[in-house]
């Protein structure tokens, strides 16, 4: 099947090298030559693990084509994607849906006359969506109809196949999905979607549109509510002398709420939870349903960073004479990726920074963008224990593998005081006490 792909961010490139890596033909579309460019040398533009290796596989064998003409694309191509952001509007959290109207309007000016043509968004988008995207290419090709004075013979449907993959796993997510979401209106989209993900395991749901867009906003919303109650427990915790951790571990053993995403943390971050919370909650507003709770997600999840941060002011408070030197480890949202999209981690070295505190830090992949979003307000260092050198604590804000069996002996002796302040709980209370540190964790008691 030869299918197109617009846009190449972390949905776009992971599906495009994916249905690839199965012998489909992938035309990508982009704007920027340069970008493109690099795409064809096998450079990904994102931090994914396995994804340059899959990129120049498909790359070599042919498979893969990256372009920023959509004729050449649509014109042998039965099913197209959308796969363009959708960020947030400043003050209302509304999803900005300019790109998905603007490759519309191509998608119309440049559509096979000659064949059948599904297209999907994988954009995540509020309900409504892909209907306004139907009215805009039907817009365009009465345009073409009238400029030709002839007919026009390009049929087409709209569908909605969003994706759920998580950053860092995005090629495992997208090999081995739970359920594969169809919302289309009729059954030919419907019998070439499934034709197209039949390597695929994982439930199938074939719904109508409108269903098919909600289910990814319904799915976001629960596990970031997840993670925000988890969080809002571990506030408890402290203050109560409990073990969060435990206690979600016990919570998540009634079958009915499954243990997955309660975890404590520093917050929830990345390209869908935050703004797809706020898009629904926007949604909700517009449309006259009560989305109270949203909006206390929301809270919970900006609290949580929050308190972080004033852990540390508590417990390495700036004196009068001088500024505590503070290491840090990780600033992406989350392990296994270099997205810096609403991180926690990125707030909280803002906050801090501005607070007067100096800051050493490293992140195996996050740096040079938090360099460009920040600049440089914080010392940036190559070397994980290089930062900790002559620091007076050391702050784990993601959860990077490297970071979980560190050698803990070398940190007290490079640290001034043996103090660690960990926003991810890596390490055991128990044996950090042995080791002489003062352990300051996340939902636990601090340990010294």
Known sequence: MTITIIGHGYVGIVAACVFADFGNTVYVIGHTPAKLERLRGGDPLIYEPGLAEMLKRNNTAGRLTFTTEYSEALKHSSIVFICVGTPPTPGTGEADLTTVFKVSETIGQNLNPDTFTVVSCKSTVPVGTNMKVKEIIESQLSKRLSAQHAPLNAIFSVASCPEFLREGTGIHDTLNPDRIVIGAEDQTSIDMLMELHKPFPG??????????????????????????????????????????????????????????????????????????????????????????LLNAVEQVNELSWKNYADKVKKCAPI???????????????????????????????????????????????AMENVRKQIGDIIEYFDKQYDVVTGADALCILTEWNEFRQADLAKIKSLLKMPLIIDGRNLYDPSKMKELGFTYVSTGRKTTT
């Open 203 to 292: 439930e199938r749901v074939v719904t109508n549109i409108p269903s098919a867009e909600l289910i990814k906003y319904a799915s976001n919303s629960l596990l970031a509510t997840k993670l925000s109650f988890a969080n809002m427990i571990a506030l408890f915790a402290e203050k109560l002398g409990a073990d969060a951790p435990q206690v979600l571990r016990a919570v998540g053993m009634d079958h009915r709420i499954g243990p997955k995403n309660l975890d404590v943390s520093i917050g929830y971050g990345g390209a869908c939870f935050p703004k797809d919370v706020q898009a629904l909650t926007a949604t909700g507003n517009q449309c006259g349903v009560n989305v109270s």
């Open 319 to 365: 004196k009068l004479s001088t500024s505590p030197c503070l290491a840090v480890w990780g600033l992406a949202f989350k392990a296994n990726t270099d997205d810096i999209r609403f991180a926690p981690a990125v707030k909280i070295v803002t906050e801090l920074a501005k607070s007067g505190y100096k800051l050493k830090v490293y992140d195996p992949a």
